[in-house]
C-alpha cells in the first residue's frame, strides 16, 4: 500500500459526540480526500484538499468539516455525529492526473 | 456534471471463463478512467487507467479495459476468471477539462464471484 495511514481504524461512539479521523501520508502528494463507503452507494465523495489550508466540498459534506494544516495531514470531523454517519470512511491521496492511492479505511459506529 | 454507472450489481463466472464488469459514463470534458478493486475489509486497490491512447488498456493481475467514446463505456474483462478475483469492483472518472482540484467519482460497484 502507499503510504498512507488512517487513525482509528474503528472507532464506536455515541450520538452527539465529535469525532475526528486523521488520514496521514508520507508520499509528499498534492490532493487528498475523504470518502464514505455504504453498501448501494458505492464510494461517495465528502471533502478534497488541493494544497495545505484548500479544501473544497463533496457530494455528502453535510455535517463534516474538514482541515489540512500540513500537506501531510488531512482531518475529517463529526461535529455532532449522528447514525447516518455510521460508515466505513477513506482517505485517498493522488497527484494531479494520477490515480489515487487509498488508504485501509476507518469503521466508524455511532450508536 | 460527472457521472458513473454499473449496470450490475453481481457478475458470476465459472473460473477459466472469461469475465466481464460493465461501466458507462458521462462526463463533459475527456475522461479519465480508472478501475479498483476491494477485497473484504481492506482498501481500494488500483486495476488499470485509461488517460489517452490506445483503447485497449492493460492492468494488473491480468486485467484490462476497452476505452469505447461512441458508446461511452469502459468495461473490464479478463479473459479466464480465478476464484481469487472474487472481489468488489469499482469504476471511477474524473474530467479531464476541469481535473485540477477534481476528485474521482466512483460507480456503485460490482459485485464479483468466481465459482470453482
Known amino acids: 500500500d502507499a503510504g498512507i495511514t488512517q487513525s482509528p481504524r474503528h472507532k464506536v461512539t455515541e450520538t452527539g459526540t465529535p469525532v475526528t479521523l486523521r488520514c496521514h501520508q508520507t508520499?509528499?502528494?498534492?490532493?487528498m480526500y475523504w470518502y464514505r463507503q455504504d453498501p448501494g452507494h458505492g464510494l461517495r465523495l465528502i471533502h478534497y484538499?488541493?494544497?495545505?489550508?484548500?479544501?473544497d466540498k463533496g457530494e455528502v459534506s453535510d455535517g463534516y468539516s474538514v482541515s489540512r494544516s500540513k500537506t501531510e495531514d488531512f482531518l475529517l470531523t463529526l461535529e455532532s455525529a449522528t447514525s447516518s454517519q455510521t460508515s466505513v470512511y477513506f482517505c485517498a491521496i493522488s497527484e494531479l492526473g494520477t490515480e489515487a492511492f487509498f488508504g485501509q479505511g476507518t469503521r466508524l459506529t455511532v450508536v | 456534471a460527472q457521472s458513473v454507472a454499473q449496470p450490475e450489481d453481481q457478475v458470476n463466472v465459472a473460473e477459466g471463463n472469461p469475465l466481464t464488469v460493465k461501466c458507462t459514463y458521462s462526463v463533459s470534458g475527456n475522461p479519465y478512467l480508472f478501475w479498483y478493486v476491494q477485497y473484504p475489509n481492506r482498501g481500494l486497490q488500483f486495476l488499470l487507467k485509461y488517460i489517452t491512447g490506445d483503447n485497449l488498456v492493460k492492468g494488473s493481475y491480468g486485467f484490462e479495459a476497452e476505452f469505447n467514446k461512441s458508446q461511452t463505456s469502459f468495461h473490464l474483462k479478463k479473459p479466464s476468471a480465478l476464484v481469487s478475483d472474487s472481489a468488489l469492483y469499482f469504476c471511477?472518472?474524473?474530467?479531464?477539462?476541469?481535473?485540477?482540484?477534481?476528485?474521482?467519482?466512483f460507480g456503485k460497484g460490482t459485485t464479483l464471484s468466481v465459482s470453482s
Open positions: 484538499s488541493y494544497g495545505v489550508k484548500d479544501t
Open positions: 508520499e509528499n502528494h498534492r490532493y
Open positions: 471511477a472518472v474524473r474530467d479531464g477539462l476541469h481535473q485540477a482540484g477534481t476528485a474521482l467519482i
